[in-house]
């Protein structure tokens, strides 16, 4: 796995656990609408890594060993 995949996976894994914290099933409260605002900074975060072409994560995971998409080897 490469640091572009797993940045997808992590993001979209983010979001759903927001979303899912802040949502009202059958009258019984899991968490907080206030969860949408870690929603909210993760879609900032996507959207600015792809005007910028830096993303905090992607620095963490090499940092972490992890592959980039484009190393050779």
């Not at 940045?7 to 899912?20: C, H, K, N, T």
């Not at 019984?28 to 005007?51: E, M, R, Y």
């Not at 905090?56 to 998409?69: D, N, R, V, Y």
């Amino acid at each position: 796995m490469n640091t572009n995949r797993a940045i997808r996976i992590i993001a979209g894994f983010f979001i759903m656990l927001s979303v899912a914290l802040a949502h009202v099933y059958n009258g019984v409260d899991l968490a907080h609408p206030t969860w949408l605002w870690f929603t909210l900074f993760v879609g900032a975060n996507l959207f600015q890594s792809g005007i910028t072409r830096w993303c905090l994560m992607e620095t963490i995971l090499k940092k972490l060993g992890m592959k980039s998409c484009c190393d050779q080897g």
